[in-house]
């Protein structure tokens, strides 16, 4: 059974720094897509970054493209994003998403934030970002 569990959440004023990581259980796949999602109070959640793990490739939403970094340590199995320059509009709960393989059935740089395309996601930790 995977189990992704993030951790690195935590409040910081406008303009700091945040780093989260997520590890998962699922060692031996080799090739795997993992996203980070967000979701603030009374909002519908919304893809971050995204990485194809083993490769450069990458993608931002528009909110963050700039200031966040999604990275993937494949020898210790751990998904990071590096926030930096936060905004009060930063603050959500933050989640990790998985799909395992190399197949996808949609595509991926222009449908990967959406929620339902992900089917292994961690129990959130939170981001509070104060003005």
């Known amino acids: 059974q995977v189990q992704l569990v993030e951790s690195g959440g935590g409040s910081v004023q406008a303009g700091g720094s945040l780093s989260l990581s997520c590890t998962d259980s699922l060692s031996t796949y080799k090739h795997a897509y993992k996203a980070w999602f967000r979701q603030a109070p009374g909002k519908g959640r919304e893809g971050v970054a995204v990485?194809?793990?083993?490769?450069?490739?990458?993608y931002y939403s528009d909110s963050v493209k700039g200031r966040f970094t999604i990275s993937h340590d494949k020898a210790r199995n751990t998904l990071y994003l590096q926030m930096n320059n936060l905004k009060p509009e930063d603050s959500a709960m933050y989640y990790c998403?998985?799909?395992?393989?190399?197949?996808?059935?949609?595509?991926?740089?222009?449908?990967?934030?959406?929620?339902?395309?992900?089917?292994?996601w961690g129990q959130g930790t939170q981001v509070t970002v104060s003005s």
């Open positions: 998403a998985a799909i395992y393989g190399t197949t996808l059935d949609f595509g991926l740089s222009v449908q990967w934030g959406e929620e339902r395309r992900w089917n292994l």
């Open positions: 990485i194809v793990t083993g490769s450069r490739v990458t």
